[in-house]
C-alpha cells in the first residue's frame, strides 16, 4: 500500500516536473521568437565599451593590439565618445564571439553587437498619408502583432488586376465565374480596389497601404465588367473559397431578393469556419441589402472621414459594424477611400478615391483576417471580437453603426487576450513591478537545443540506468538531473536594471557551468566541468536517503551536459576547444555515468 | 416583373461609376448592362424593362433594372 502510495505521488510530481519543462520550454521559445528580441539581431558593427577608469594610453594599447590581432579598426564612435571610451569596430558574430573569450574583456565594460534598430512607426507608403480611413479603424496597434499571415481572404467581385502596388502581395488561385476561366483578372477597377484595401502592398515605399498586407488573396470573379453577376455565380463562388481554404469572404456587392441557393452556400462556408462579410447598401435606405442581411453575413455600413453615416450608406436592420467607406460630395477627392486600381477604360493602372459600402466591407474583412491570424478561428468569435472591440456610438437610435466604428487595434488586442503571448507576459512583469527595479531579457543569450539535448540526455541516462538498477523517480533525482544538466537555463538571460547579472547566470547554469557563471564566461571551467563535483556530492549525500539521489541526479546531469558540450562547443579552460577538450569532456561524461551507476548500485544491495 | 419608368439618367459614383434612373418619384433603379445611348447623364428617357431579382452589383443602389425598349425624351 505504501509503495503504491509513493509510487502515485511521485507520478504526480514527475507530471508537475513535466508540466513545469513544457512550460520553460515554451517560454524559452516564445523568447527566442519574440520579434522584439529575435529579429533585433542584425549588425554590421562591434561596440567595445573600455573601462572609465582606464588611461587613454592603455585603451590605445588595446586597440592597436586589436586592430592587429582581427585586421580590424577599432574607433571612437563620435566626437562625444572620447568620455565613455566607447569604440566601433566593424565585426560580424564570429568576430565578436572572439573579442569576447579573448583577454579584452577585462578591460572592458562591455563588448556588443552594435544592433541596428529599425523604427517601424508608420509605413512608407508615399500616399499613407492620405488614408485617413486607416487612421479611423486604429490600424497601427494592430500591426503590431500581426499583418495577417497565414490567412486567405477571399475577394468575390469583379476579379484582381496585378497592379503594381499588389506586387509584393501574396494571392493564391482563384476563378473567374463570369468567364468560365482560372485567371480571374478585373476589367472594371472594383475588384482590384477592393483587393488593395484589404493587402495592398505595404511598407514598399510605394502607393498605398493595406490592412492585412501579409495575408493571401483569392480573386473570385462573378462581377462583369458593368458591375452586375448573377446570384448563381455568387453563391458557387462562395463553396469555391470554401473548399479552397479561404478564412474570410469579402462580398462588396448587394441586391436583389433572397435566395435559398445563396443562403445556402453562405451556412456552407460558415460550417467550414469562414467568416463572411457583406457591404450593407448604398441605397441610403433602413435596412442592409443582401447579402449582407443574411445572420452569417457581417454586415457593414459605411463611415464617412468625420465618423458619420456616409450619405449613401444603408443603416437600420441587419447593420453589425460600421468601417469606413468614405464620401465623394465635394470636388476633391480626399474623402474618398484611396487604393491602387485599374482604370475600365484603359486598363492602365491608377490610384483611384472611392466611395460606398463597398469600401467599407473590405476594411471589415481586413480586420477579421488579422484577428484570424491572431489566433481566433470560428467566426462566430471573430465576429464577436470585432464586436467588442468596436467604438461604440452613443445615441444610436436608427442602428447607423451597428456595434460601433470598426477598431482594428482594440479587435486584434482582445485576440490576444487569454492566449498568452510573450508581449503580454513581459508586459505584465512590468507593469505589475513583480521585480520592482526594471528589468529586461535579452532572448537570444541560450542556444536552447543543446539545453534540451542536456536535459533529455540526463533523463535518458536514468532511464538507462533503471533498466539495470531498478528505482523510482523521484524529485530529488529529478532536482539533481536539472542541476546538473542545465541550472535554470532560462534565467541566464532576465536582467534587473542597476543589479548585478551574474546571480542570474549562477541560477541559470548548470554544476559544470558553475565555473565561467561568475564573470560571464562560456569556456568550461575543468574544475566545474568535470567528476569531481558529482563525486564530492555522491560522497556526502550517499548516507542520506533522498538527497543521495538529487547527488546521482546531478551526476547523470553533468555527464549529459559534458557529452553535449563535447559534441556542440568544446571550449575549457587550459584545454582549448580542439581534441584535447573533447576528450576531457567525454571522459569525465563518462566517469560521471560510472558514479551514478556505482551509486545506484549501493542502493540494489541495500534493497 | 415588367415595368415602366419616366426619369432621368445619372451617373452615381460608385466603383468606378454606374449608370442610374432616377424615376420621377425619386426612385433609384440600376440600369443592367446599359445600352450606349442611355449613358448620358441628364437624359431624359423613357424605360420599359425588368427587375433582375437574380441579380446582384457592386452599385448596391437600388433596383437592378435591365432595359427592353427605350424612349429618349429630351
Not at chain 1, 484582381?160 to 502581395?169: A, G, R
Not at chain 1, 469600401?359 to 464586436?387: N, R, T, Y
Not at chain 1, 559534441?567 to 582549448?576: A, D, H, R, Y
Not at chain 2, 416583373?1 to 419616366?6: A, K
Request: one cysteine or more; proline letters at 5%; aromatic letters at 10%.
Amino acid at each position: 500500500m505504501v509503495v503504491a502510495n509513493w509510487g502515485c505521488d511521485w507520478g504526480i510530481v514527475m507530471r508537475k516536473l513535466l508540466v513545469l519543462s513544457l512550460f520553460l520550454v515554451g517560454l524559452m521559445l516564445a523568447l527566442t521568437t519574440y520579434p522584439g528580441l529575435a529579429t533585433r539581431g542584425t549588425f554590421e558593427t562591434i561596440v567595445l565599451d573600455f573601462r572609465d577608469d582606464l588611461a587613454p594610453a592603455q585603451i590605445q594599447e588595446q586597440v592597436s593590439a586589436i586592430a592587429q590581432q582581427y585586421s580590424i579598426d577599432p574607433r571612437p564612435n563620435s566626437i562625444f565618445s572620447q568620455q565613455e571610451h566607447l569604440y566601433i569596430a566593424q565585426g560580424d558574430a564570429k568576430i565578436l564571439k572572439q573579442l569576447r573569450k579573448s583577454g579584452l574583456s577585462q578591460y572592458t565594460e562591455a563588448i556588443e553587437p552594435n544592433y541596428i534598430y529599425h523604427a517601424l512607426l508608420a509605413p512608407n507608403d508615399p500616399d499613407y498619408s492620405k488614408q485617413w480611413n486607416f487612421r479611423s479603424i486604429n490600424i497601427e496597434p494592430a500591426w503590431d502583432d500581426t499583418k495577417g499571415k497565414g490567412i486567405t481572404v477571399a475577394v468575390i467581385d469583379t476579379g484582381i488586376s496585378l497592379v503594381p502596388d499588389l506586387k509584393d502581395t501574396a494571392f493564391v488561385p482563384g476563378y473567374d465565374f463570369v468567364n468560365d476561366q482560372v485567371d480571374a483578372k478585373d476589367d472594371n477597377g472594383h475588384g482590384t480596389h477592393v483587393a488593395g484595401t484589404i493587402a495592398q502592398s505595404t511598407n514598399n515605399g510605394y502607393g498605398v497601404a493595406g490592412i492585412a498586407y501579409e495575408a493571401n488573396l483569392m480573386p473570385l470573379k462573378v462581377l462583369s465588367a458593368s458591375g452586375g453577376g448573377t446570384i448563381t455565380d455568387i453563391a458557387e463562388a462562395i463553396r469555391f473559397a470554401a473548399d479552397q481554404g479561404a478564412d474570410v469572404i469579402n462580398m462588396s456587392l448587394g441586391g436583389g431578393g433572397a435566395s435559398q441557393v445563396l443562403e445556402d452556400a453562405i451556412n456552407y462556408a460558415y460550417n467550414k469556419g469562414v467568416v463572411l462579410v457583406g457591404a450593407a447598401g448604398n441605397e441610403g435606405s433602413n435596412s442592409a441589402s443582401y447579402p449582407a442581411r443574411y445572420p452569417h453575413v457581417i454586415s457593414v455600413s459605411a463611415l464617412d472621414a468625420a465618423g458619420e453615416k456616409a450619405f449613401y450608406s444603408n443603416f437600420g436592420a441587419g447593420v453589425d459594424i460600421a468601417a469606413p467607406g468614405g464620401s465623394l460630395q465635394d470636388e476633391t477627392s480626399t474623402g474618398g477611400i484611396l487604393q491602387n486600381t485599374i482604370d475600365p477604360e484603359t486598363g492602365k493602372p491608377i490610384f483611384a478615391a472611392y466611395q460606398g459600402t463597398s469600401m467599407a466591407a473590405p476594411h471589415v474583412a481586413g480586420v477579421a483576417a488579422l484577428v484570424k491570424a491572431a489566433g481566433i478561428k470560428d467566426p462566430e468569435s471573430v465576429f464577436k471580437v470585432l464586436q467588442q472591440a468596436a467604438r461604440p456610438v452613443k445615441d444610436d437610435a436608427l442602428n447607423y453603426f451597428g456595434a460601433g466604428h470598426l477598431d482594428a487595434g482594440a479587435a486584434v488586442k482582445l485576440a490576444l487576450k487569454g492566449q498568452i503571448t510573450f508581449r503580454d507576459f513581459f508586459q505584465w512583469l512590468r507593469d505589475n513591478g513583480y521585480l520592482n527595479p526594471r528589468f529586461w531579457i535579452d532572448g537570444g543569450v541560450v542556444a536552447l537545443l543543446p539545453k534540451i539535448a542536456m536535459v533529455l540526455g540526463s533523463y535518458l541516462l536514468a532511464w538507462f540506468l533503471r533498466v539495470y538498477w531498478p528505482f523510482s523517480w523521484n524529485g530529488f533525482l529529478a532536482g539533481g538531473l536539472v542541476t546538473g544538466s542545465t541550472g535554470l537555463f532560462f534565467l541566464r538571460g532576465v536582467y534587473l536594471f542597476d543589479a548585478p547579472q551574474w546571480p542570474f547566470r549562477v541560477m541559470g547554469s548548470s554544476i559544470a557551468e558553475l565555473g565561467g557563471a561568475i564573470q560571464g564566461s562560456n569556456v568550461l571551467n575543468p574544475l566545474f566541468a568535470s567528476v569531481l563535483i558529482p563525486f564530492l556530492l555522491v560522497a556526502l549525500l550517499l548516507g542520506h536517503s533522498q538527497w543521495k539521489w538529487f547527488a546521482i541526479g546531478s551526476s547523470l546531469g553533468v555527464a549529459a551536459c559534458l557529452a553535449v558540450n563535447a559534441v556542440t562547443s568544446p571550449q575549457v579552460l587550459w584545454l582549448g576547444e580542439g581534441m584535447g577538450a573533447r576528450i576531457f569532456l567525454i571522459v569525465n561524461a563518462l566517469l560521471c555515468y560510472g558514479l551514478a551507476y556505482l551509486a545506484t548500485k549501493t542502493e540494489e544491495q541495500r534493497v | 416583373m415588367s415595368l415602366t419608368i419616366q426619369g432621368t439618367i445619372e451617373r452615381k459614383g460608385f466603383g468606378p461609376g454606374t449608370w442610374a434612373l432616377t424615376s420621377e418619384d425619386g426612385k433609384s433603379y440600376e440600369l443592367h448592362k446599359a445600352p450606349e445611348p442611355l449613358r448620358k447623364a441628364g437624359l431624359r428617357v423613357k424605360v420599359d424593362g425588368q427587375i433582375r431579382e437574380d441579380v446582384m452589383t457592386f452599385a448596391m443602389i437600388g433596383p437592378v433594372l435591365e432595359v427592353d425598349r427605350f424612349e429618349v425624351l429630351s
